[in-house]
Each structure stands twice: as structure tokens, then as C-alpha cells.
């Protein structure tokens, strides 16, 4: 059984960090694209940043560029996102997904996407 699970996130006050992980397991995700979504209250679901096969081509919303850094390490079948400068609309669930037949990210979009985990709450306070 494939499973994503997230770790990693809480409440922190605006400007701090957060580091959250993705561990896979049940398969190897060493040769597919993986990303982080976000789904706010009242939103729809995200794209936050997307990483290729190797993590040598990365990809990120506009709204998190500079702050925000999508990592992996396939030995460990883990995927990371190090949050920095956090600001309270960054408040979200966060999902770990991994793409089964690309290794690099596409269209950045939630349908690529074929496995997923439960979510980790993020909350940034003012």
C-alpha cells in the first residue's frame, strides 16, 4: 500500500520557519516528480512547489518564491519543504503529492498528480 506522509507542521508567529517533510512508502518515488499543495479555508487547492526526479529543476508559486525551498532525498524516499518568512496567508493544510508517470513536474496542477497525503496544518499567527 502506497502511502505520503506528512510531518512537520504548527503554529508559528509571522516571520518564523517551519520545515516539513513528505516520507513515501509501499514504493520508491526516486524517479517521479513530487510538489507540495496547499488548501486554505474557503480556497481551492495550490500548487506550492514541485521538484523533478533528481531535485534538479524546481518550481514555485509566485506567492512563496524566495521564501520557501522544495528538497529531497531519494535515499530516504523524503521530500521537504523549508518554510522561512512566514506570513499568516501562508495558513493552510499542506499535502504532500507525487506524480506516478512523470519525473519532472508539468502544469503544476492538482490532476497530474496520483498519490497524496493526509495533510499537515500550518497555522502563522499576526
Known amino acids: 500500500q502506497v502511502q505520503l506522509v506528512e510531518s512537520g507542521g504548527g503554529l508559528v508567529q509571522a516571520g518564523g520557519s517551519l520545515r516539513l517533510s513528505c516520507a513515501a512508502s509501499?514504493?520508491?518515488?526516486?524517479?517521479?516528480?513530487m510538489a507540495w499543495f496547499r488548501q486554505a479555508p474557503g480556497k481551492e487547492r495550490a500548487v506550492v512547489a514541485a521538484?523533478?526526479?533528481?531535485?534538479?529543476?524546481?518550481s514555485y508559486a509566485d506567492s512563496v518564491k524566495g521564501r520557501f525551498t522544495i528538497s529531497r532525498n531519494n535515499a530516504k524516499n523524503t521530500v521537504y519543504l523549508q518554510m522561512n518568512s512566514l506570513k499568516p496567508e501562508d495558513t493552510a493544510v499542506y499535502y504532500c503529492?507525487?506524480?506516478?508517470?512523470?519525473?519532472?513536474?508539468?502544469?503544476?496542477?492538482?490532476?497530474?498528480?496520483?498519490?497524496w497525503g493526509q495533510g499537515t496544518q500550518v497555522t502563522v499567527s499576526s
Open positions: 509501499g514504493r520508491a518515488f526516486n524517479n517521479n516528480a
Open positions: 521538484i523533478s526526479w533528481r531535485g534538479g529543476s524546481t
Open positions: 503529492a507525487a506524480d506516478y508517470y512523470r519525473a519532472y513536474p508539468l502544469h503544476l496542477l492538482e490532476a497530474e498528480y496520483d498519490y
